[in-house]
């Protein structure tokens, strides 16, 4: 195992694997993935595939997220789509954020931390097709997608979550 400081992240088990362990842990009907809340800040939302008009135009969006997760890159902005996998308990260290898992690509899931303090919780239900707009980061997970709220300072524009044809932000 190379563990050079140099790198940009520490070495990646074989895709395959990655994919294996993911939809392993996708089948585990009240497993809930130990996740570092230092590590959560975004959110989610929507409503079912076929009642979705971003489904398909999606697509290549979900296609940047898997494109950043296999280059092991963050700090991508980005929108995607997704059916709502797991609903987790609300992280209420810190800054609150709604977390919830959500399968981008068959076996490919990723976290979406929704900060609560700064934008209206999103009423969600497992199965749910949902789009969504933050901040990528990598992890050996499949990644998060934090930042689905508007910028308090006006910065930048921010992301959102929408949920059954509402926008949160």
């Given at each position: ?72 890159r963050s700090d991508v902005w980005l ?60 992890n050996d997970r499949g990644g998060v ?25």
């Open positions: 195992m190379n563990l050079d400081p140099s790198l940009p992240h520490p070495p990646r088990p074989h895709l395959a694997y990655c994919l294996l362990v993911l939809t392993l842990a996708a089948c585990l009907p009240e497993a809930e993935p130990a996740w570092d809340p230092s590590t959560t800040k975004a959110t989610i939302g929507a409503s079912t595939p076929e009642a979705s008009p971003t489904r398909s135009a999606n697509g290549h969006a979900n296609q940047a997220i898997l494109d950043a997760w296999a280059a092991g929108e995607g789509s997704g059916e709502v996998v797991r609903l987790l308990r609300d992280d209420l260290e810190g800054s609150r954020h709604q977390r919830l898992i959500v399968e981008v690509a068959e076996g490919h899931t990723i976290l979406v931390s929704h900060n609560i303090d700064l934008a209206p919780k999103v009423p969600l239900r497992q199965g749910q097709w949902i789009t969504f707009r933050g901040e990528y980061e990598w997608v934090h930042w689905t709220h508007h910028d308090p300072r006006g910065r930048r524009e921010g992301g959102w979550i929408e949920s059954d044809g509402e926008r949160y932000r």
